[in-house]
T-cell receptor, first 114, second 116 residues
Framework: GAVVSQHPSRVICKSGTSVKIECRSL??????MFWYRQFPKQSLMLMAT?????????EQGVEKDKFLINHASLTLSTLTVTSAHPEDSSFYIC??????????FGPGTRLTVT | AQSVTQLDSHVSVSEGTPVLLRCNYS??????LFWYVQHPNKGLQLLLK??????LVKGINGFEAEFKKSETSFHLTKPSAHMSDAAEYFC??????????????FGTGTRLQVTL
């Protein structure tokens, strides 16, 4: 099956700093990628849809200036958490969409803001 | 509009016994349906998908699911549970690819516990 990677897998940063998370589709091209956030013992919450070469579409309630998304190529999307605060600590998961609407998920990035 | 309901937040079975994880969906169009599994602190792995072909879908690791339109259900089953099946399972509904981005809607998850 299709493989999606994320880097880093785990990051700890200080409050007020910015963190970039990369999402790569390794063996296929993805015109659309998605970013999710998952709180402990909860389901995934879609944050934004990332389309290659265009601006991301954010879900209601997600601050686009805080969560910057860039999808510069067909295999790479990045999520930058700007001026991170402890409440931004979470598990961030990206996915890349396949031809039939299915999504292939990355392994996730655990962000801890101290 | 689309939604999905996982009827059990927690299911416990003994190793070697059948597994049944229930899922009902609601959709204003012919949906695509998926089951994903998530092991602790891991990303999601696609178990199987239904995309309007055969109603009985076979997935990885011995899992299968049957799409029943009359009951708006897509229950996940496995004949014999293994300890390694213990994980969180998500039933997911999506819109078949129409040339625009299609969002997935996740159920709240069912935690499967497998005991000796």
């Amino acid at each position: 099956g299709a493989v999606v990677s994320q880097h880093p897998s785990r990051v700890i940063c200080k409050s007020g700093t910015s963190v970039k998370i990369e999402c790569r589709s390794l063996d296929f091209q993805a015109t659309t990628m998605f970013w999710y956030r998952q709180f402990p013992k909860q389901s995934l919450m879609l944050m934004a849809t990332s389309n290659e070469g265009s601006k991301a579409t954010y879900e209601q309630g997600v601050e686009k200036d805080k969560f910057l998304i860039n999808h510069a190529s067909l295999t790479l999307s990045t999520l930058t958490v700007t001026s991170a605060h402890p409440e931004d600590s979470s598990f961030y998961i990206c996915s890349a969409r396949g031809d039939l609407g299915e999504q292939y998920f990355g392994p996730g990035t655990r962000l801890t803001v101290t | 509009a689309q939604s999905v309901t996982q009827l059990d937040s927690h299911v416990s079975v003994s190793e070697g016994t059948p597994v049944l994880l229930r899922c009902n969906y609601s959709s204003s169009y012919s949906p695509s349906l998926f089951w994903y599994v998530q092991h602790p602190n891991k990303g999601l792995q696609l178990l199987l998908k239904y995309t309007s072909a055969a109603t009985l879908v076979k997935g990885i690791n011995g899992f299968e699911a049957e799409f029943k339109k009359s009951e708006t259900s897509f229950h996940l089953t496995k004949p014999s549970a293994h300890m390694s099946d213990a994980a969180e399972y998500f039933c997911v509904v999506g819109r078949p690819y129409t040339g625009t981005a299609s969002k997935l809607t996740f159920g709240t998850g069912t935690r499967l516990q497998v005991t000796l």
